[in-house]
């Protein structure tokens, strides 16, 4: 299985709609992220979480929203989709200090929303 | 705060050939620095990392990077492509977050 798993793989849903993309993962990091990827602009953060009772704001948050239900567990939540919500998310963990020894990646979320 | 550019955003080379991949960095301290890859439809793979010592750093499958602190550059080098060499690649800074630049896809001609 791998380390940092993302649900579901590829996904359309239609503007106005919620959607919640869903990370868990087994490498037993604290720190979890959700990145978007866009054409262009490489991976922007939207939300990043350090321990369970611990949520940040990235530099792209506004529409989305997140839950840290577990350590192993980090989800995305986009309460009214639009279009422009349309791209490639990526759920990353890290230990502490986060640099180190870098992240690692779930394999990413398409989603489109129409 | 930290940002990163990558000044290519589409290169191609062709099989056997040499590649080097430009990178550029803003931080205010000593950074933590990082090239990744991403292939298709994949999430993103760690290639290699700088944090101190020896400016030049090798990774995995064959690539190498070079810190080079008076140009604020960490460029990506490998001597002969692969055709599966082609990918997207990331380069990033870390400072209380990553930060990551937008990219250069890399295409290997036959």
């Known amino acids: 299985d791998a380390d940092v798993t993302q649900t579901p793989r590829n996904r359309i849903t239609k503007t106005g709609k919620r959607i919640m993309l869903e990370c868990s993962q087994t490498k037993g990091h604290d720190r979890m992220y959700w990145y978007r990827q866009d054409p262009g602009l490489g991976l922007r953060l939207i939300y990043y979480s350090f321990d369970v009772k611990d949520i940040n704001k990235g530099e792209i948050s506004d529409g989305y929203s997140v839950s840290r239900q577990a350590q192993a567990k980090f989800s995305l939540s986009l309460e009214s989709a639009i279009p422009n919500q349309t791209a490639l998310y990526f759920c990353?963990?890290?230990?502490?200090?986060?640099?180190?020894?870098?992240?690692?990646f779930g394999s990413g979320t398409r989603l489109t929303v129409v | 705060a930290q940002s990163v550019t990558q000044p290519d955003i589409h290169i191609t080379v062709s099989e056997g050939a040499s590649l080097e991949l430009r990178c550029n960095y803003s931080y205010g301290a000593t950074p933590y620095l990082f090239w990744y890859v991403q292939s298709p439809g994949q999430g993103l793979q760690l290639l290699l990392k700088?944090?101190?010592?020896?400016?030049l750093v090798q990774g995995i499958k064959g690539f190498e990077a070079e810190f080079k602190r008076s140009q604020s550059s960490f460029n990506l080098r490998k001597p002969s492509v692969h055709w599966s060499d082609a990918a997207e690649y990331f380069c990033a800074v870390y400072g209380q977050n990553f930060v990551f630049g937008p990219g250069t896809r890399l295409s290997v001609l036959p």
């Open positions: 700088y944090f101190s010592g020896d400016t």
């Open positions: 990353a963990t890290s230990d502490y200090p986060g640099g180190v020894r870098g992240y690692t």
